[in-house]
């Protein structure tokens, strides 16, 4: 064993090293957070409420246009996924609660965690050739069909992990007084477990609007006009995001900076949402 | 007589462990019956199998005749069976998410116990009066548990099974978790049963079963050792068990 | 007289049973769909799929096609994001659950799910404008003029489009959920080996060590699970890594990944004849390995934990 003083400044060095550490593994996305909120609010700034509203820009336009088509196009999509991904999630979620010992739960176990390490733009793929190729065009439905696969396992996970903190002391008074299987998973176990379920739903909302790579084969991109037919193709902010950034227009950057800072922000804000509605639990 | 509960030869098994043993047990209609016994001797088992709780308890196997209030328990629909047994538990478990009068209320529907809205209400009065509950909460039935004591909420409990109108009542160590005032109150509100439905107490305070039950049956180890009116078992007990429980040593 | 009872025996909770069944069929069937579809689409070019993976050429026009430095820049780019996440999950695991493992921890916790909600395309657009520039001027330039004799450094950088930036940045969109996963596990030992070892007098340090080394195979699998994510990651490579066919030892150059070649070339493939085979082979490819790495990864955790609490 080294020497006392020795052994002391290891230990000091060690906790420098775990907080520089810590630093910079959070470094670079505040770095990334801050940018992003400087450069998209001064773009949202400069072109005003129109932002929200107006087209974007063609490359050599006066004026900084908006997102308008890309943002109801987003706000389509989640209209079409969240609530077959939230309602399929909610009864895997009874089902594995309800037999955790069966052979059927072990195997949705497994094909949630499977389901989550499928690359999402594999996703983009199937969904290109099940659903575009047949109908002959990009459509919000196969963004849905993708984005809906993508954000599965997510919503079972978290409905999963809010049914299971249920105590099982409310299931025996259910039964108690003379409850079916069917009452008391519904008006019994979801209900008191319907914060952790609402925070759920918040993250999957987030992780639904937040999705790229599951959108890039299957809604085309419908630009400049905001789309109002779910078999039509359609925008979305991050496809928005992802091919202005790789454009070489200035104007487009500015755009995506837009963009990407009121993604952000709606992602961070749902984030808070989904930790306040989880707090006030008291059982 | 008349039995609300006859048992035969019930042995149950958990995971291997042989939690009741042979046991033979006969609940005389409209009696309060005590079970007694130290820790883990298999009180909650046994309650549990009257209710078919026991069916929630992984790796469980039963075995032996168990008829409640005339049915085969161990052949029936479950479902069908706990609307007519009620049970109180150790701890209190009244439903967080619902008011004081829903809490009620639910146990009342369910079971087909009132129909109007004026009979609910008189459903549920009646059920929290003889919990001896009432005068407590009558000015804020729509609250939640949460703002009651323990006391409270578990004669909430109590009030909730007896709004079932069962014909059998299971209680488990109902003031095991509550202070000596409202366990006095509750034993009170047990005691005014007699006669209305049959009651399956199971507690370790002697002076409990003592003041309140007609039979006693003391369990040991899974095995029934003694069984009887309760005045004769506590005033001249025969098995060793029994005195030794009886004087706190067990 | 016997009638063994447990779970499911009633009539009534096998009819509530196979009520549920169909959503949980449905959704197995989903991922056999989603994989079979895959494989069918390949299908047209599997029989080369050996000499397409050893290829380094893309020519739709002339139905040339080689995969090899997709293939290859994706496992660079998943090493370099794994031993990222290792590097800084590490000290952040040992920040929330060691050292500050009061209020402070917890905020720390929170900030880093506060990161993993970040969407990855801002991420990429942050490291395309900022993070490959940074590193171009001041790691790559010069890096390469005075150890520009080692292979890896050994070529001018183009803008910081390239495997190493890649890497980074993928590996820092991924730290916060491999960190996650090792401070769930390491939350898990017991505190007596805590006790334990400070009651015997060892520094923070020294506890640290052994803790971590007791925690070893549960940081080994979120590492993986951290890789296996890192393999699919589609837009933040798209838009760092250069999008060339280029293989060499020298990390600043433009290269691929498999999912940057997809998202770059599948938009154009159906022009051709062998491209979009050619891109589901590649898909094949990095879903097998992703879903090999994830159960890896998730057996080591899981089992770890299981041993860790019993």
Not at chain 3, 185 to 202: D, F, K, M, N
Request: glycine share 8%; net charge positive; aromatic share 8%.
């Amino acid at each position: 064993m080294a020497s006392w003083a020795v052994r002391k400044l290891e230990d000091r060095l060690f906790v420098v090293a775990v907080i520089l550490g810590s630093a910079l593994a959070l470094a670079p996305l505040a770095h990334a957070l801050a940018v992003t909120l400087y450069n998209g609010l001064s773009t949202m700034a400069r072109a005003g409420l129109g932002f929200f509203v107006n087209p974007p820009p063609t490359p050599y336009s006066a004026s900084l246009g908006g997102v308008a088509p890309a943002l109801v196009g987003s706000l389509l999509l989640l209209a079409l996924a969240l609530p077959p991904s939230a309602f399929l999630g909610l009864l895997l979620a009874v089902f594995t609660n309800e037999f955790p010992g069966s052979r059927a739960a072990a195997l949705v176990e497994v094909g949630a965690r499977a389901f989550a390490s499928v690359p999402t733009v594999i996703l983009s793929m199937v969904a290109y050739s099940l659903i575009v190729v047949p109908m002959r065009r990009y459509s919000a439905l196969a963004g849905a069909f993708a984005l809906t696969a993508a954000s599965l396992p997510y919503s079972y996970t978290a409905f999963s992990s809010a049914l299971r903190m249920v105590p099982e002391m409310y299931r025996e008074a259910a039964y108690s007084i003379g409850m079916s299987r069917w009452a008391t998973v519904w008006r019994v176990l979801v209900p008191i477990a319907r914060r952790g379920i609402a925070s759920g739903v918040l993250m999957t909302l987030a992780r639904i609007l937040g999705e790229t790579a599951a959108l890039l084969f299957a809604v085309g991109a419908l630009r400049y006009v905001v789309p109002l037919n779910p078999l039509g193709p359609v925008d979305a902010l991050p496809l928005l995001i992802f091919d202005y950034a790789l454009s070489p227009y200035k104007l487009f950057h500015e755009v995506a900076w837009g963009a990407a800072a009121l993604l952000l922000i709606v992602s961070l804000a749902l984030f808070a949402l989904s930790k306040v509605v989880v707090k006030g639990v008291r059982l | 007589m008349k039995y609300a509960v006859e048992i035969e030869r019930l042995n149950v098994y958990i995971n291997g462990f042989h939690a009741l043993k042979d046991v033979d047990l006969r609940v005389p209609q409209g009696s309060i019956f005590a079970v007694m016994g130290p820790s883990g001797s298999g009180k909650t088992t046994l309650l549990k199998v009257i209710n078919r709780l026991i069916d929630l308890v992984p790796g469980a196997r039963v075995e032996g005749s168990v008829r409640v209030l005339g049915v085969d328990a161990l052949r029936a629909d479950p479902y069908e069976l706990r609307k007519k047994v009620g049970m109180v538990f150790q701890v209190p478990n009244p439903f967080p998410h619902m008011t004081i009068y829903e809490n009620v209320a639910v146990a009342a529907k369910l079971n087909g116990a009132a129909g109007s809205r004026k009979e609910l209400d008189e459903v549920v009065k009646w059920a929290l009066e003889t919990a001896m509950l009432w005068e407590e909460v009558k000015h804020r039935l729509d609250r939640y548990p949460s703002e009651l004591s323990g006391g409270q909420r578990q004669r909430l409990c109590l009030a909730r099974a007896l709004a079932m109108r069962p014909e059998l009542l299971l209680l488990d160590e109902p003031t095991a978790n509550i202070d000596p005032v409202n366990a006095r109150k509750l034993e009170e509100a047990i005691a005014s049963l007699k006669g209305e439905l049959t009651i399956i107490m199971v507690t370790h305070l002697p002076r409990q079963a003592l003041r309140v039950a007609d039979y006693v049956a003391i369990i040991y180890d899974g095995r029934i050792v003694e069984r009887g009116p309760s005045q004769e078992v506590f005033v001249r007990p025969s098995h060793a068990v029994t005195q030794l429980f009886l004087k706190g040593e067990v | 007289m016997s009638a063994p009872v447990g779970e499911m025996l009633s009539e009534k909770d096998k009819i509530f049973y196979f009520s549920l069944l169909p959503p949980a069929l449905t959704t197995l069937g989903l991922l056999a769909l989603i994989v079979s579809t895959i494989g069918a689409k390949a299908a047209l070019v599997l029989p080369q799929a050996l000499a397409i993976l050893a290829a380094n050429v893309w020519d739709p026009e002339n139905e040339r096609y080689g995969l090899l430095a997709p293939v290859l820049g994706t496992l660079v780019v998943a090493s370099i994001a794994g031993a990222v996440s290792l590097a800084l999950g590490l000290p952040l695991t040992l920040a929330v659950a060691e050292l500050l493992r009061g209020r402070l921890g917890s905020v720390l916790q929170t900030l880093l799910e506060m990161a993993s909600a970040f969407p990855t395309v801002v991420i990429g657009l942050w490291s395309a404008r900022y993070l490959a520039p940074f590193l171009s001027e001041n790691v790559m330039k010069p890096l390469y003029s005075s150890f520009g004799f080692i292979p890896t450094f050994s070529c001018r950088p183009l803008g910081g489009y390239s495997l190493l930036t890649a890497g980074l940045a993928i590996g820092f969109s991924v730290v916060p959920y491999t960190a996650s996963i090792m401070i769930e596990s390491y939350r898990l030992i017991p505190s007596t080996y805590r006790e334990a070892c400070y009651g015997i007098g060892a520094t923070r340090y020294e506890t640290a060590r052994i803790l971590v080394s007791l925690a070893r195979p549960a940081i080994a699998g979120s590492v993986l699970l951290g890789v296996a994510r890192a393999m699919g990651e589609t837009t933040i490579a798209a838009m760092t890594v250069g999008n060339a066919m280029n293989i060499s030892a020298c990390l600043f150059e433009p290269s691929y990944t498999v999912p940057a070649l997809i998202a770059a070339q599948f938009g154009n493939a159906n022009l051709y004849r062998y491209a979009e085979p050619v891109l589901y082979l590649a898909a094949l490819v990095v879903l097998a390995l992703a879903l090999a790495l994830s159960a890896v990864g998730f057996k080591l955790v899981s089992g770890w934990r299981v041993r860790i609490v019993g």
